[in-house]
């Protein structure tokens, strides 16, 4: 500083040792600091872990639920596929039966035919008949041996009845009569014949039935030993 006559006043004497005091008591203060942090974090308690993303607010795992949504959808596609090849089974057999049996009714009415041309084979006279009655006869045989021939190549057969066991599914017994020595259920005569058209029944044989022979009222039975 200056005086007003002009004389330097001497300046104030420098505190050298006044910086190296602060930085010590900065370096102490700052070990206390640290010291109490580490004392603070031994008695704080560990935080939990912080739960997988997956598990946060309860959520479903992924993984597990796209591997079951995958799997329902296998079966589903199973499932349709099963059906789908039912579906088509079963059409092809519609069809096929369609095929075979679309002129059933035709078949039957065919039958007739057959039917009728026998019973003029049967109605003719087998001796004394002249030329044109022959021939006429002959005609007829002929034509039915053609019909015949026509039913076989589209699958009518004739059920075989005569001295065959009675079965329900074939056979249609129109009556039972008794016939000595000879077994219950035999068809012994055939009214009107019967056909298959394709393994399947078209019309029942007609037949007459052997009953079951019932023992005589006057018949004795030797109870002597």
């Known amino acids: ?42 008695q704080e308690p560990d935080a939990p872990a912080a739960p997988p993303e997956n598990e946060v607010a ?11 949504e995958n799997a329902s959808l296998k079966d589903r596609l199973v499932r349709t596929l099963a059906e789908l090849e039912n579906t088509r089974k079963r059409a092809q057999r519609d069809r096929e039966d369609a095929q075979k049996f679309a002129v059933q009714k035709f078949a039957r009415d065919m039958c007739e035919v057959a039917d009728n041309l026998q019973r003029a084979i049967d109605a003719a006279p ?11 006869l002959e005609g007829v045989k002929i034509t039915r041996a053609a019909l015949q021939q026509i039913f076989e190549r589209h699958g009518i057969r004739v059920i075989e009845a005569r001295d065959q066991k009675f079965d329900p599914n074939l056979h249609e017994a129109m009556t039972e009569i008794d016939v000595p020595g000879a077994p219950p259920g035999i068809c012994i005569e055939v009214i009107e014949t019967g056909y298959t058209l394709n393994g399947r029944l078209l019309r029942p044989a007609r037949v007459v039935v052997t009953k ?6 006057g018949q004795r039975v030797d109870t002597q030993a």
Do not use: W
């Open 212 to 217: 079951a022979q019932s023992r005589s009222a």
């Open 126 to 136: 087998e001796e004394g008949a002249d030329e044109n009655t022959m021939a006429v």
């Open 1 to 42: 500083m200056m005086q007003e006559d002009g004389k330097k006043l001497p300046e104030d004497k420098v505190d050298e040792s006044r910086p190296t005091e602060e930085i010590a008591d900065s370096e102490d203060a700052a070990a206390e600091a640290a010291e109490q942090a580490a004392n603070d974090m031994d």
């Open 58 to 68: 309860g959520e479903p795992d992924e993984l597990a639920v796209l591997t079951e």
